[in-house]
T-cell receptor
Framework: SAVISQKPSRDICQRGTSLTIQCQVDSQVTMMFWYRQQPGQSLTLIATANQGSEATYESGFVIDKFPISRPNLTFSTLTVSNMSPEDSSIYLC?????????????FGEGSRLTVL | GQQLNQSPQSMFIQEGEDVSMNCTSSSIFNTWLWYKQEPGEGPVLLIALYKAGELTSNGRLTAQFGITRKDSFLNISASIPSDVGIYFCAGQDLIFGKGTKLSVKP
C-alpha cells in the first residue's frame, strides 16, 4: 500500500482567493487522481494528474478553476482558484497502487476547505 | 456516463445485527470495489471483486459480484460500533456510489 500525505488538512479561505493543496506519496506511482467530496456527498473525480503533462479533467471541471501540477511520480498539487462558498468541500488525493487499471485506490486523509 | 445506485442511503442498527447494502449500475462492470470512510479520513478499500459471481470475504465482511455484472452487495455480520462509517461502492472507472451511512447503537 501507499502512504499519502496531504497538506493542508483543513483551511478557512476568503471568497476570491486561491489555495493550493499538496499531495505527497511515499513511493512512485503511475496514476494519481484528485477527488472532491462536497458536504454529505459522495466522491466526484476532478481529474487525473499526469506526470510531465497536462492533467485530464472530467466533465464539469476545467483547468482554469482547478490547475493541477505533477512534476514527478510522488507529488502533485491541486489549486482551487477564485474560490466561492460553493467550493467548500473535502479535496482528496488518491493513487492507483498497482497501475493495473482495476480502480483500486488509496486515498489521502483529505483537505477540508471552508470558503467564507 | 455510468451511474451507480447505492442503497440504502443510511442504516441505524443495533450492535450484533447483520447489515446488507447493495449497488446497481446502468452498465456492465469489470470490477466492483467497496470502500469505507470514517469521519475525517479518506476512503479505505475493503474488498475488490473481479469476476461475475465472485464471492469474497474479509473478516466479517462479505461481498459478491452479481452474475449480470451490473450489481454487487456488501454484507457485514455481527456489527460492532467500529463499523460506523460511510460505505461506498465503486467501479473500475473511478466512479463512486452515493454511499450508505451506517450507524451502530451499542
Amino acid at each position: 500500500s501507499a502512504v499519502i500525505s496531504q497538506k493542508p488538512s483543513r483551511d478557512i479561505c476568503q471568497r476570491g482567493t486561491s489555495l493550493t493543496i499538496q499531495c505527497q506519496v511515499d513511493s512512485q506511482v503511475t496514476m494519481m487522481f484528485w477527488y472532491r467530496q462536497q458536504p454529505g456527498q459522495s466522491l466526484t473525480l476532478i481529474a487525473t494528474a499526469n506526470q510531465g503533462s497536462e492533467a485530464t479533467y472530467e466533465s464539469g471541471f476545467v483547468i482554469d478553476k482547478f490547475p493541477i501540477s505533477r512534476p514527478n511520480l510522488t507529488f502533485s498539487t491541486l489549486t482551487v482558484s477564485n474560490m466561492s462558498p460553493e467550493d467548500s468541500s473535502i479535496y482528496l488525493c488518491s493513487v492507483e497502487w498497482s497501475g493495473s487499471g482495476t480502480g483500486e485506490l488509496f486515498f489521502g486523509e483529505g483537505s477540508r476547505l471552508t470558503v467564507l | 456516463g455510468q451511474q451507480l445506485n447505492q442503497s440504502p442511503q443510511s442504516m441505524f442498527i443495533q450492535e450484533g445485527e447483520d447489515v446488507s447494502m447493495n449497488c446497481t449500475s446502468s452498465s456492465i462492470f469489470n470490477t466492483w470495489l467497496w470502500y469505507k470512510q470514517e469521519p475525517g479520513e479518506g476512503p479505505v478499500l475493503l474488498i475488490a471483486l473481479y469476476k461475475a459471481g465472485e464471492l469474497t470475504s474479509n473478516g466479517r465482511l462479505t461481498a459478491q459480484f452479481g452474475i449480470t455484472r451490473k450489481d454487487s452487495f456488501l454484507n457485514i455480520s455481527a456489527s460492532i460500533p467500529s463499523d460506523v462509517g460511510i460505505y461506498f461502492c465503486a467501479g473500475q472507472d473511478l466512479i463512486f456510489g452515493k454511499g450508505t451511512k451506517l450507524s451502530v447503537k451499542p
